[in-house]
Nanobody, 127 residues
Framework: QLQLVESGGGLVQPGGSLRLSCAAS????????VSWFRQVPGKEREGISC????????NYADSVKGRFTISRDNAKNTVYLQMNSLKPEDTAVYYC????????????????????WGQGTQVTVSS
């Protein structure tokens, strides 16, 4: 079955850290650029970071810049999102998505669509 699977979410105190993983099953993730999104019920989905196929190019939303780091290990078929200095407003369901192709769009908002989406992992930042 071809799918992306997120993991690593959970409950963390403000100021804490979590690392999310996005693992591909049934296909090679190194052929895909990957983005991370998050969504709070009742609000629009927010794109927060993306990474090129090689990992040489990354981009971040202003809301997470300097606190979150996206990376990938193509040998493990996995993309990561390291989240530091977490705030209550980071509470959301986090999703990863993959788009095939060689093109790097320059910024995450310019990516027109995705081939695969994960099911999401809940991140809750609360004391």
């Amino acid at each position: 079955q071809l799918q992306l699977v997120e993991s690593g979410g959970g409950l963390v105190q403000p100021g804490g850290s979590l690392r999310l993983s996005c693992a591909a099953s049934g296909f090679r993730l190194d052929s895909y650029l990957v983005s991370w999104f998050r969504q709070v019920p009742g609000k629009e989905r927010e794109g927060i970071s993306c990474i090129s196929r090689s990992g040489d190019n990354t981009n971040y939303a202003d809301s997470v810049k300097g606190r979150f780091t996206i990376s990938r290990d193509n040998a493990k078929n996995t993309v990561y999102l390291q989240m530091n200095s977490l705030k209550p407003e980071d509470t959301a369901v986090y999703y990863c998505a993959g788009r095939s192709g060689r093109r790097w769009f320059g910024d995450c908002a310019s990516i027109p669509g995705y081939d695969y989406w994960g099911q999401g992992t809940q991140v809750t930042v609360s004391s």
